[in-house]
């Protein structure tokens, strides 16, 4: 079942394996009234098609040899709530240590806009809940992406090859607000300049190729 998006599924873990330690990570991809996610208990750079679990949009499995991930709840909820078509949670390490520290990461760099700007960082839950899923979506508004509080990251896009590419731009994001911040104070960019930037790709077709 689904045999396309399994694969999809198992190319993108191996995409993301350098970011994550051991099962530090799950990720799904929605498929009309299906979403189709990582096990528990999942390592990303073992992983394959085979391994991943179907459910049915109010959780129940469907398909696979294992129980979904714990973080199911929190895939549900950003599918719901953003239709999102594709949700990736990582505890990246940079990421993961801003988000013991911080209560938002600043747009430091013009390509976070493809985030939506700023990294806030939603309240601590125990992972797994209804809670922190409720948190999150709160943290998620206007954005594509958030940090969890002395957890990790969590992004989603339309697409399962673009929420993958957002994944590491969040990682890549915290990287350089933690190298800036262990010069200086680093300098956010502001909502004006944000919006120029957004001006400057629509009328240059900015990363279009075609």
């Not at 129940?60 to 714990?70: F, I, L, R, W």
């Not at 973080?71 to 949670?89: D, S």
């Not at 999150?136 to 958030?146: F, P």
Request: hydrophobic share 40%; charged share 20%; aromatic share 6%.
């Amino acid at each position: 079942m689904l045999e396309a998006e399994r694969e999809q599924l198992a190319q993108a873990c191996r995409r993301l394996s350098d970011l994550v330690i051991g099962t530090a990570g799950n990720v799904s991809v929605r498929a009309g009234d299906h979403v189709v996610v990582t096990p528990s208990g999942c390592v990303f750079d073992d992983v394959d098609a085979g391994d991943m679990t179907v459910v049915s949009m109010d959780g129940e499995k469907v398909d696979g040899p294992y129980g979904p991930t714990s973080e199911l709840a929190l895939h549900l909820a950003v599918y719901e709530r953003m239709g999102a078509g594709a949700v990736v949670h990582t505890h990246a390490p940079y990421a993961t240590a801003l988000s013991c520290v911080l209560d938002e990461v600043p747009a430091v760099h013009y390509g976070m806009l493809q985030l939506g700007g700023s990294l806030r960082v939603a309240p601590y839950a125990t992972f797994g809940t209804e809670e922190l899923a409720a948190h999150v979506q709160r943290a998620l508004e206007g954005r594509t992406a958030c940090l969890m509080q002395n957890h990790g990251a969590v992004n989603y896009a339309h697409d399962l090859e673009y929420a993958v590419d957002s994944a590491l731009l969040v990682e890549w994001a915290c990287q350089l607000y933690w190298n800036a911040r262990a010069i200086g104070t680093p300098r956010a960019l502001t909502d004006a300049e944000l919006q120029d930037v957004a001006t400057q790709v629509a009328q240059l077709g900015y990363g279009k190729t075609k």
